[in-house]
């Protein structure tokens, strides 16, 4: 959900960002068009027609020196077929998807037919083998590495590949105090080997090859090998634009901190007596912001600092229990394990960020579970808060805990969790990559 809604005035939108906007337009909507258009089978309804909707960024910003940024929001429309004939079969057709039907099919076809050839590892003394560790704050990166080895997507024919996986996992050599620019010529020199021994690389210059990071580590030490960032699909924990984040190529792998201390929360909105909640590292502008200007307030509960561990067992985790919005602000980092923190123990997550690629956001709706606001927003977020209805945020709850499976890895992987959406992602995009 988006809060306040302004009329749209165009003028000022368009006056605003111009050719910018009408450029992003363009590339969005070739972009919808050509990865629907390369969808071959037939599918029991029209194609759909993609549809752009511009809605505007809230109206409650007051920082007129910093430009009201757009938002853009791609709709797949589809066709008139089965728009009242609803199967409720399971809990697949709610609005928590852009287009649940189109997902529906496109998945089932991607588990019968995606294949993807994984290369062999590097050296194992230079430290990029497989992550053998699942948890901790990097988890998502590990937890992808041993799922596509075991999973059914993987091919040992490369003759069979739409997709060919570059295993490069950078974060152990910076456990081995490797320095940026000797990690960036390990990458390099492997990716060399496998682009002379191989042929597949030279086919399409990479695009058909994807790697994946969540540590940041694996970001810079990937930057420094440019035709392979430019070319080949990342799938990132920080899909923020400052790390060149490409939305129409590049996926945003959700950082997920596993195993969580405490089940599942949902419905259990009577519990949920606080209004916001946040506590943290003020490693950022926006956050050190939110907490100078709410860290006393009565009913959002802020805290300047994290909630340190001799306050007794897992007071963090018990407070997202009671809480109805739970703020996510960027930290270092543009993406932060909050956020699925938050759909795990079902508060509904505040996104306070003006760049930020939301996971799986071509495929869920996140205004139907989450309350996306830009920065200046802070200043207002109580208002914005205590104006959100009950009904709208019960609805917002509940479709939360219908969200929370896609957020979640297992192993081994189970249809739909984080590790299917992935490769959800990656299926989608082979489609457009084919010259
Ligand atoms: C980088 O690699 C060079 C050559 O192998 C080596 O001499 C140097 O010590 C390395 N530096 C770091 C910080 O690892
Ligand atoms: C791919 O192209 C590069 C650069 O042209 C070349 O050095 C390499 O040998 C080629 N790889 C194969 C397997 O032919
Ligand atoms: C609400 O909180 C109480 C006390 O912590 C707990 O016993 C109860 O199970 C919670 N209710 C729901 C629906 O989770
Ligand atoms: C919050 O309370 C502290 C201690 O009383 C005070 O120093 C600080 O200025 C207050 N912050 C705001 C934003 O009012
Ligand atoms: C809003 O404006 C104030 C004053 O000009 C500035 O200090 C602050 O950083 C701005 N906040 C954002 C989020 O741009």
């Known amino acids: 959900m988006i809060a306040g809604k302004p009329p749209l005035q165009q003028s000022q939108l368009f006056s605003l960002k111009g050719s ?24 029991p309804f029209s194609p759909p027609t993609p549809q752009i909707t511009l809605l505007p960024s809230s109206a409650t910003g007051t920082n007129t020196t910093t430009p009201s940024q757009p938002r853009i929001v791609a709709e797949k429309k589809e066709g008139n077929v089965g728009e009242e004939q609803e199967d409720n079969d399971d809990d697949f057709f709610t609005d928590i998807y852009h287009s649940p039907k189109l997902f529906k099919l496109n998945f089932e076809e991607m588990e019968k037919k995606f294949k993807i050839y994984i290369y062999p590892d590097g050296d194992p003394k230079t430290f990029y083998q497989t992550p053998r560790k699942l948890t901790g704050k990097y988890a998502s990166e590990g937890y992808f590495f041993q799922n596509i080895r075991e999973s059914r997507f993987r091919t040992e024919d490369p003759d069979q590949a739409h997709l060919f996986f570059i295993p490069i996992s950078c974060h152990k050599m910076r456990g081995k105090g490797t320095s940026y620019e000797n990690m960036t010529i ?23 090859h994807f790697f994946v990071t969540c540590h940041d580590v694996g970001v810079r030490a990937t930057e420094g090998v440019p035709f392979l960032v430019k070319n080949a699909i990342r799938v990132v924990c920080s899909p923020s634009y400052d790390v060149g984040f490409i939305p129409h190529k590049d ?16 419905n259990d909105v009577e519990n949920r007596t606080s209004l916001g909640f946040w506590a943290g590292h003020r490693n950022s502008k926006i956050r050190v912001i939110l907490a100078r ?46 956020i699925t923190d938050s759909i795990h123990y079902g508060c509904v997550p505040v996104i306070l960020s003006n760049y930020y690629d939301l996971p799986f956001n071509d495929i869920l709706d996140w205004q139907k579970f989450a309350v996306i606001l830009r920065e200046s927003d802070v200043y207002q977020l109580k208002q914005i808060l205590k104006s959100i209805s009950h009904e709208e945020f019960v609805s917002l709850h509940n479709n939360l805990v219908k969200v929370q499976k ?18 959800y992602e990656l299926w989608l995009r082979h489609h457009v990559i084919k010259y």
């Open 20 to 43: 910018v906007l009408t450029l992003s337009i363009l590339t969005l909507i070739s972009f919808t068009y050509f990865s629907f258009k390369s969808l071959r089978p037939p599918l």
């Open 186 to 208: 390990i990458v390099q020199n492997y990716l060399d080997g496998l682009i002379a021994k191989y042929p597949y690389w030279n086919r399409t210059l990479g695009a058909d």
């Open 251 to 266: 996926v945003a792998l959700p950082q997920v901190l596993q195993p969580f201390a405490l089940p599942a929360g949902g």
């Open 293 to 338: 200007v709410w860290e006393n307030d009565t009913e959002l509960d802020i805290s300047n600092n994290r909630i340190s561990r001799a306050t007794g067992h897992l007071v963090y985790q018990k407070r997202f229990y009671r809480t109805k919005f739970c703020i996510c602000p960027g930290g270092s980092q543009v993406n932060s394990a909050r």
């Open 406 to 423: 896609h957020f979640q890895w297992n192993t081994p992987p189970v249809k739909f969790d984080a590790f299917h959406m992935v490769i």
